[in-house]
Each structure stands twice: as C-alpha cells, then as structure tokens.
C-alpha cells in the first residue's frame, strides 16, 4: 500500500495542475510556421524524396495541425550501390490543450504488431555545435526490421523522454502560455545489419537538420 502511495500522489498533483492549467487558458498565441508541404524533396544533393501522405481518416484520427510523411532514398554512389529508404514522419500541433496531442512510438507500435527488440537513449552531434539527445528504437516483425529514431520537439528543445517533453508542455502551458510540439521520426529498414541501419538514419538526420528549424515555430516566446 505505501508503495502505491507516491504514484497517487503524483496522479493527483498532475491532474490538479492540469485543471488549474485549463482555468487560467486564455487562448494560444497564433504562431508563425513554414508549412511542411513546402519542405525540400531534395536534401544536401544526396537524398530525393516523395510524398507518402496519410488517410484523411489516421489524419484526424491524430489530430495534427500540420504533417509530413515522405520517403527519401540516397543518390546511389555507382551501379552496385542499393540506396536504403528513409521514412520521415513530422506531426505537429499547434495546441495540445484539447486533448490532440503526440504519442510515444513506443506505445503505438506494439498495436502494429511490431515487437521492440531494444530501446536506447542517444546523444547525437545533428551540426558542429549541436548535440542532442533521441530515441533509438530497434523493432521487429516476423522477419522484418526498423531501426527508428524519434524525439519530441517542442517550443525550440528537442526531447527525448516522453516525460520530460509533458513537464516542459505543464511549465511552458503556465508560464508562456504555450502547448505547441512536435513528434519527428526517422525510420530505417535493417537490411544488412543494425549499425548500418544506424549509420544512415544518422547521416540522415545530420543532412536534414539545417532545414527543420524553419518549420517549427521559433523558441519559448509568445510573441
């Protein structure tokens, strides 16, 4: 019984804060994007890409404000090279007060039936000056591999743990009235190994770094 105690407790302090939250809400700043229709299907003249696009129903189903699920593959090097597919997925949401909100790949994939084999916290350097810290997911099903990175960004901070990205959404929602975030995923088919699979979704991720910034809305102002 005493252990269950410092759960409820915490229940309750985020339930009381999340209806204190709900009183004050006067209403989220209109913040200025870059829509992601407008992202490059052209990345560091090395990858080309296409637009995947989603059911309008898995659409609303989610509930982003703006999305983009594209396909990339690398520029093969000579006739031998096999390019491997990169699959980048953004969804954004301009408030999350209402309940439309990101959900952690982790708990959404098991209902795909994928299994995850292994999940990892990563620090990864994304420029010369610019480190941050993701999600490494490898997943499994029957005899088919991804290997996925993803992490929350939001209000200009790139999030890895799902629980930190919520006390960031409390504090920011209170103190700057703000819910806006995103989830940004990068998935890799395994076909000769993991590491492999790794080493592109990170010169990936490295390729398109510079671009995202424009498509977020800028750090934790409201103005």
């Not at 407790?9 to 913040?31: I, N, R, Y």
């Not at 031998?80 to 990101?102: C, F, K, N």
């Not at 005899?143 to 960004?153: C, D, F, N, P, V």
């Not at 995923?185 to 699979?197: C, F, G, I, L, N």
Request: charged share 25%; with cysteine; glycine share 6%.
């Amino acid at each position: 019984m005493k252990q269950g105690r410092p759960t409820f407790v915490a229940v309750v302090m985020l339930v009381g804060t999340w209806s204190l939250l709900q009183s004050l809400s006067h209403g989220e700043p209109v913040l200025s994007k870059r829509p992601f229709s407008e992202f490059p299907m052209t990345i560091a003249d090395r990858w080309d890409g296409r637009e995947l696009g989603m059911e309008q129903k898995v659409v609303d189903m989610l509930g982003v404000s703006d999305y983009m699920m594209r396909l990339y593959h690398a520029r093969p090097v000579d006739e031998q090279d096999t390019s491997i597919p990169v699959m980048l997925y953004i969804g954004y949401y301009e408030s999350q007060r209402t309940g439309a909100t990101y959900h952690s790949p982790k708990n959404c994939l098991p209902g795909s039936g994928w299994r995850i084999e292994q999940s990892d916290y990563v620090t990864v350097p994304v420029s010369e000056n610019t480190n941050i810290t993701i999600n490494k997911v490898l997943i499994r099903k029957d005899m088919e591999k991804q290997l996925i990175l993803y992490w929350y960004q939001d209000r200009g901070r790139a999030v890895a743990s799902e629980y930190t990205a919520k006390a960031y959404f409390l504090w920011d929602a209170m103190t700057k009235n703000r819910t806006d975030g995103s989830l940004v995923r990068v998935s890799v088919p395994v076909v000769t190994s993991p590491d492999d699979a790794y080493e592109d979704s990170l010169q990936f991720l490295r390729d398109t770094w510079p671009l995202l910034g424009g498509y977020f809305p800028k750090g934790i102002e409201t103005s």
